[in-house]
């Protein structure tokens, strides 16, 4: 079973950048698909950016043009670049990894984006 442990949340102003990271513990190889959801405060989980073991991508449209995910099956680490931070991007974000045994999550991190 993967364990995915999130990193580079915190707080930053409108128009900044932050780059998150998702560490697996195991081989993500196997992963058919690892993405970034995020949930804010009274609002259902979404999904932010995907990246497929073949690497093709897929992104919120309100999100387009702004992140970009990266997905590295050496180093078993999914990164979401994130740029021009908006407010409504604050939220807890999560990382998620699927194989064809289950679905993975990690404990998420926070991003605020103060206007």
């Known amino acids: 079973q993967v364990q995915l442990v999130e990193s580079g949340g915190g707080l930053v102003q409108a128009g900044g950048s932050l780059r998150l990271s998702c560490a697996a513990s195991?081989?993500?190889?196997?992963?058919?698909?690892m993405g970034w959801y995020r949930q804010a405060p009274g609002k259902q989980r979404e999904l932010v950016a995907s990246?497929?073991?073949?690497?093709?991508?897929n992104y919120a449209d309100s999100v387009k043009g702004r992140f970009t995910i990266s997905r590295d099956n050496i180093k078993n680490t999914l990164d979401l670049q994130m740029n021009n931070l908006k407010p409504e991007d604050t939220a807890v974000y999560y990382c998620?990894?699927?194989?064809?045994?289950?679905?993975?999550w990690g404990q998420g991190t926070q991003v605020t984006v103060s206007s």
């Open positions: 195991g081989n993500i190889f196997s992963m058919n698909s």
């Open positions: 990246v497929t073991n073949g690497g093709s991508t």
């Open positions: 998620n990894a699927r194989d064809n045994v289950g679905t993975y």
